[in-house]
């Protein structure tokens, strides 16, 4: 019986372990007709492809895959976490030191949030890492107008339906009153669209700071809103997945801040 099974693996994953884009977005530019193979423009991402391949996307020959690499983001406030933007506002990939690869973004904030966002120069991490399956906690430090209930904050504790969404139960902790404000903090493992603000709403309150301070295993710590820093490639390797839940990743080498920001999205895809 013969296999009639295509050798190599589909073009999207390849395009995605090679730092071009995740999967979805790299379907997206192979329909828009910016990707060969063997000097044939195709429009199908149902395309199986080997290393022996020449594969170009917008002109440039795509190489064998870098080795996998994490950074870790201080993501200000006023930027969003796409590639392109139709409002034309800033993104996360233009305020990146000159010196990063192409990387992607593992999950997303959003425009008004801060903190911690991770990213890599690997699509097949960045679908691993967002996999609900991952199971790995986002802890944020939450600031709302007024104050709150214990009993309030019990339905989230409990898991909240909100216009016929379910969310999880979160772990909720009311930490401290200052002045017209609370702070709080609050743990996640879904991370649904704007989750916290839109739960937070439900029970009666504004959410007007939101810090994400760590996802899984990594950390923010004292790292300087918008630094960078890169996870060494042992503690990467242990998060791929092999194995026991992973401990926080210790102190990584930081990539310092550009002076300007360079244009929206320039040279990377999110």
Not at 8 to 36: F, N, Y
Not at 143 to 168: F, K, P
Not at 190 to 215: D, F, P, W
Not at 245 to 265: I, L, S
Request: charged share 30%; hydrophobic share 35%; proline share 6%.
């Amino acid at each position: 019986m013969t296999n009639d099974t295509p050798k190599g693996d589909r073009i999207a994953k390849v395009l995605s372990r090679a730092g071009i884009a995740s999967r979805r977005v790299s379907e997206t530019m192979i329909e828009e007709g910016r990707v060969s193979v063997n000097g044939k423009t195709i429009t199908s991402p149902a395309l199986n492809v080997t290393a022996e391949d020449k594969i170009v996307v917008d002109g440039k020959r795509v190489g064998a895959p870098e080795e996998p690499r994490i950074w870790i983001y201080h993501k200000p406030a006023g930027l969003v976490t796409s590639e392109r933007d139709e409002k034309d506002r800033a993104t996360v990939f233009g305020a990146l030191p000159e010196s990063m690869p192409r990387v992607m973004s593992i999950g997303r904030l959003d425009i008004n949030s801060e903190g911690l966002l991770l990213l890599t120069n690997d699509g097949e991490i960045k679908r691993k890492l967002e996999l609900p399956s991952t199971g790995w906690l986002r802890r944020y430090r939450v600031r709302i107008n007024g104050s709150v209930s214990e009993a309030r904050l019990d339905e989230l504790r409990a898991g909240i339906t909100v216009e016929g969404i379910h969310y999880q139960p979160m772990i909720v902790t009311f930490d401290r009153q200052q002045g017209a404000n609370a702070w709080l903090t609050v743990s996640i493992r879904e991370g649904k669209n704007r989750e916290i603000r839109r739960t937070m709403e439900a029970i009666g309150v504004v959410v007007n700071r939101l810090i994400r301070v760590s996802y899984g295993p990594f950390q923010l710590g004292d790292l300087k809103q918008g630094d960078v820093e890169e996870v060494k490639s042992r503690v990467v390797r242990d998060q791929l997945g092999l194995g026991a839940r992973p401990e926080p990743a210790p102190k990584r080498r930081v990539v310092n801040r550009p002076k300007r920001n360079a244009p929206a999205g320039k040279k990377r895809l999110g």
